[in-house]
């Protein structure tokens, strides 16, 4: 036994807690869950080769011990997030949640949220059981590399170490891969939550592990001083400076993980690091850190779910606590008395297991199939929530060269769509509104990309920038050969966000932070200073509607749309009457606003004013007899789209297509 890794066990956990918390100065908290890799890699190894040198080992009761330490607390805090899911999730949060329960119970939830979101979406942090991922790829690793072992034991250690090295390096060259290099979403995401790309960090544990087993510690007491030291240094900096624009896993990841690897060969006793990690609080704190990462996911995700906007900082120091105190008893009544063969015999983990699995993959699938039990809501708030949805539509993200080749073999007008996701928003409608108005549609949106520009978003990870400049660029380059085919072009943005760097009512009154704080550069590296935004914006529109002046004779802007008080996907009761006041929006935005109305004047285009529409002299209306207008609190809802902007683009277009027949009249 060796106190300084729980020790180490604490200095993972508590980083990773308030990461999720929300607090800045973690930013990189999230390093911990691969401090945790390392030490599972080491610890788990040792067990093994120590069992196999002395032809001890059984696969039987590996899996016995693996099962005793992680699956009853696992179940326990999975059975206690029941009742709150049932009370306070919606429909669609419910029915995710099911999902996650039989994906836990697979071992697969790395796998299932890797398709649903990643790791540093907004959506990521409502999902209870997201932190589970991490236990996933151990569990993976587990039933894996025992087996590996086992078939290569014979070889000796030197080949398997060769094996694993090149293991190692291919796991970390696809990480590297897909972190940064890869555009596609799906990839960058699969190599934060896969086995593949997460193995090599395990890797390093093992080895760690096999260097110990076959010889002793430094002896020189100044080496593991500074060595630990260093180790300490290299894992502190990545908590501190790490954010989730850093790549990961990725060649920064090795900061973390080799600095973990350090502490493991060299914090050995009479270190300084050694006397820190053995304090008695802090051991006490890492022998209870694996039921505190269970307990604190589902802690902060419920809580943002039942409270609208963001949760006090008070508050989250109170939940931080709950985490710990209840996992002091869950260590205490749960793992502790599980692990303990004399309590519960091999038989009875088994058994209990399999029901347990049965259980909540059966709660978990009936969860799915019902929509999350969407009965046990009342008609009017089925109503409300059923408003709430967007349908998809095909879209020309990866396809963007197929998308406008196609538009120059099309005999009739064409009608584009461009822009992010505030475009995309009512995009179905436009499709729809398109056909019947005899219309060639193209789609060319990209979320969270400013339609034809090149401003780098320094929230976002270079490998998102660079899809961003790489898209813009190449609709630029040939939208220029298509001018006689586009009759008319649409664009709208999340023009707000991008001009104030955030929701410019965030923390306004009543209006409880809702939206999201972006950081805009022209050279990738520096912030556009707030002083500056006005004139870059200026130059920015003033070029893009130059641009889009030559390329067609019918342009329309769609102006911002007015952000929500409460994201509807967050709270599973959703007011029937939602009113946010109307000159806390106008006032906030007037910079922007005349701006904008500014150029639009000057090239003569066509100009949508969803604020207009939205707000009277006092509101800005939200929801209409119980239907939501928005899909969260900054995109429009099917039911936005068909009462909103559906009837203003048809408007905006017969008047077009009347102005087109007088001209040639």
């Not at 086995?195 to 087993?213: N, Q």
């Not at 007015?562 to 006041?581: E, G, H, L, M, W």
């Amino acid at each position: 036994y060796r106190p300084e890794i729980d020790g180490l066990r604490a200095l993972a956990v508590l980083p990773v807690i308030l990461f999720h918390a929300g607090f800045e100065w973690f930013s990189g908290g999230f390093v911990g869950v691969d401090v945790f890799f390392v030490i599972s890699g080491y610890l788990i190894t040792t067990i093994i080769i120590s069992e196999m040198a002395e032809d001890k080992f059984s696969i039987v009761n590996f899996y016995e011990r693996r099962a005793r330490r992680i699956l009853p607390a696992l179940f326990f805090v999975m059975a206690a997030c029941l009742p709150f899911a049932w009370l306070w999730l919606s429909p669609n949060d419910l029915k995710d949640f099911g999902q996650s329960l039989v994906a836990v119970t697979t071992f697969t939830s790395n796998i299932l949220f890797w398709f649903e979101s990643g790791y540093f979406d907004t959506a990521a942090e409502l999902k209870p059981l997201l932190h589970t991922w991490s236990l996933m790829v151990e569990e993976q690793y587990y039933i894996l590399f025992p087996i590996f072992l086992m078939f290569t034991w014979r070889l000796g250690v030197k080949w398997i170490l060769v094996l694993l090295s090149i293991v190692f390096f291919i796991s970390l060259s696809l990480a590297v891969w897909g972190t940064q290099y890869a555009t596609h979403p799906k990839i960058i995401s699969g190599s934060f939550f896969l086995l593949p790309t997460r193995g090599w960090e395990l890797l390093i544990g093992v080895f760690a592990a096999f260097y110990l087993k076959f010889n002793t510690h430094f002896e020189s007491h100044n080496i593991n001083q500074m060595l630990s030291l260093v180790g300490l240094g290299m894992i502190s900096y990545s908590i501190i400076t790490f954010d989730k624009t850093t790549p990961f896993p990725s060649l920064y990841t090795l900061i973390p993980t080799i600095g973990t690897g350090l502490l493991i060969l060299c914090a050995v006793p009479k270190t300084l690091i050694y006397n820190l990690l053995s304090q008695k609080y802090i051991v006490g704190m890492g022998l209870i850190s694996y039921s505190a990462y269970l307990w604190h996911q589902p802690l902060l995700a419920f809580a943002r779910h039942k409270i609208i906007g963001d949760i006090p900082e008070l508050y989250l120091i109170i939940l931080c606590i709950i985490a710990f105190l209840m996992a002091w008893f869950s260590w205490r009544y749960i793992e502790k008395p599980f692990r303990n063969r004399k309590n519960f015999s091999r038989s009875f983990i088994i058994r209990f297991s399999i029901i347990c699995i049965f259980l909540f993959s059966l709660i978990g699938t009936s969860t799915h199939f019902s929509n999350g039990f969407i009965n046990r809501l009342s008609d009017g708030e089925q109503n409300t929530l059923q408003s709430m949805n967007r349908s998809s539509e095909e879209n020309c993200e990866y396809e963007l060269i197929r998308c406008l080749e196609n538009i120059d073999k099309k005999n009739n007008k064409s009608l584009l769509l461009i822009g992010d996701s505030n475009a995309y928003h009512f995009s179905v409608g436009l499709s729809d509104l398109a056909d019947e108005l005899s219309y060639d549609y193209v789609q060319l949106t990209l979320g969270g990309c400013m339609p034809l520009a090149k401003f780098y978003r320094l929230d976002r990870s270079n490998q998102f920038n660079d899809r961003c400049i790489s898209y813009n660029n190449t609709l630029l380059k040939n939208i220029n050969d298509l001018s006689d085919k586009i009759d008319v072009v649409i664009v709208s943005s999340a023009w707000l966000i991008y001009f104030y760097g955030k929701n410019p009512l965030r923390g306004v009154g009543d209006l409880a932070n809702v939206g999201y704080e972006f950081q805009l550069s022209l050279d990738g590296v520096n912030e556009i200073p707030s002083e500056q935004k006005r004139e870059t914006f200026s130059i920015y529109l003033n070029d893009m509607f130059s641009l889009l002046s030559e390329k067609s004779n019918n342009v329309i802007i769609v102006g911002p749309l007015p952000p929500a008080i409460i994201n509807p996907q967050r709270n599973s009761v959703i007011p029937t009457v939602v009113k946010v006041t109307s000159n806390k929006y106008f006032n906030s935005t007037t910079s922007f606003n005349t701006l904008l109305n500014e150029k639009i004047a000057n090239f003569d285009f066509a100009y949508i004013d969803i604020a207009s529409e939205l707000c009277n002299s006092k509101f800005c209306k939200v929801s209409h007899e119980g239907m939501f207008f928005y899909s969260d609190d900054s995109h429009l809802s099917d039911f936005g789209q068909s009462m909103i902007m559906t009837p203003l683009l048809r408007q905006e277009l017969n008047n077009l297509n009347t102005n087109e027949l007088e001209r040639i009249n």
